[in-house]
């Protein structure tokens, strides 16, 4: 076991944080409940449970099954957070990337305590790019099936055919399935 130091821990706290930080950031930025607070709280704590375990263990002795153990109870206990980030409404699941994004962080926080902080930034950064890419991917496939559903009740479509068989009123711009008109044809 390497002879850690508490400067060694708390430099892997503080770059666990700020990898932390930046995952969280894009949470915040399409208002998650969890945000750059929480995902910064997460790494932190992961780091710091798993750094300050490895060196209890260096000046007092002991297995890196210590480690293994602090990280699986560190797994299990921001599953529970993650859980909680998770709403069903409507029919619909809301909080899954969050749940998701709190856990990898949790991850990104036992790595960096570990001791492989070029690991741990070498995943951070990959998966806040993957949270940003694929979320605005997501939201041009959500608009796509919107307008998709739209042109489907609209009959035959916006072009001019659309205009000939009623499809939309040409003096409002308005779909004619938008308000007004009640339960005429």
């Known amino acids: 076991m390497d002879d850690l130091s508490q400067w060694d821990v708390l430099l892997r706290v503080l ?6 930080a930046i995952i969280g950031l894009e949470r915040e930025r399409t208002r998650r409940a969890a945000g ?7 790494a932190v704590g992961s780091a710091l449970l798993t750094a300050s375990t490895i060196l209890f263990m260096s000046e007092n002795g002991g297995s890196a099954g210590e480690a293994i153990r602090m990280a699986a109870g560190i797994v299990t206990g921001v599953g529970f957070i993650g859980a909680g980030t998770i709403i069903v409404a409507e029919g619909r699941v809301r909080g899954l990337t969050t749940a998701a994004t709190v856990w990898v962080t949790a991850g990104v926080g036992i790595t960096a305590g570990l001791g492989y902080l070029l690991l741990a930034a070498l995943v951070a950064g990959p998966v806040t790019v993957t949270i940003l890419l694929l979320g605005i991917a997501e939201k041009r496939l959500e608009q796509a099936r919107v307008d998709q559903a739209r042109a ?6 916006r072009g001019r055919a659309g205009q000939e068989a009623g499809g939309w009123d040409e003096g409002d711009g308005r779909d004619e399935g938008d308000e007004g008109r009640g339960g005429e044809p």
């Open 15 to 20: 770059v666990a944080g700020g990898l932390g």
């Open 152 to 157: 489907g009740e609209n009959g035959a479509g």
């Open 36 to 42: 750059v607070r929480t995902h910064t709280l997460v």
